[in-house]
């Protein structure tokens, strides 16, 4: 697990950009996944807020 504060991202690395490049232009495949319903979507709009607002608590 790498140790950065999120501040400073450390350059690539030549193996990562390789990585990278072979997966351009690849698509995924989301056909499998089931459409989101406004209600579930509003209810991860509400559980966001609630965790934010826990942090902010705390």
Same mark, same amino acid.
């Given at each position: ?7 400073? *991202? @450390? +350059?690539? &690395?030549? !193996?990562?950009?390789?990585?990278? /490049?072979?997966?351009?232009? =690849? ?5 499998? *996944? @089931? +459409?989101? &319903?406004? !209600?579930?979507?509003?209810?991860? /709009?509400?559980?966001?807020? =609630? ?8």
């Amino acid at each position: 697990m790498n140790n950065f504060t999120g501040k400073e *991202i @450390p +350059p690539l &690395t030549e !193996e990562q950009i390789k990585e990278l /490049k072979a997966l351009e232009g =690849r698509e995924i495949d989301y056909s499998d *996944i @089931p +459409p989101t &319903t406004k !209600e579930e979507f509003a209810r991860m /709009k509400e559980n966001r807020r =609630r965790r934010k607002n826990q942090k902010v608590a705390s």
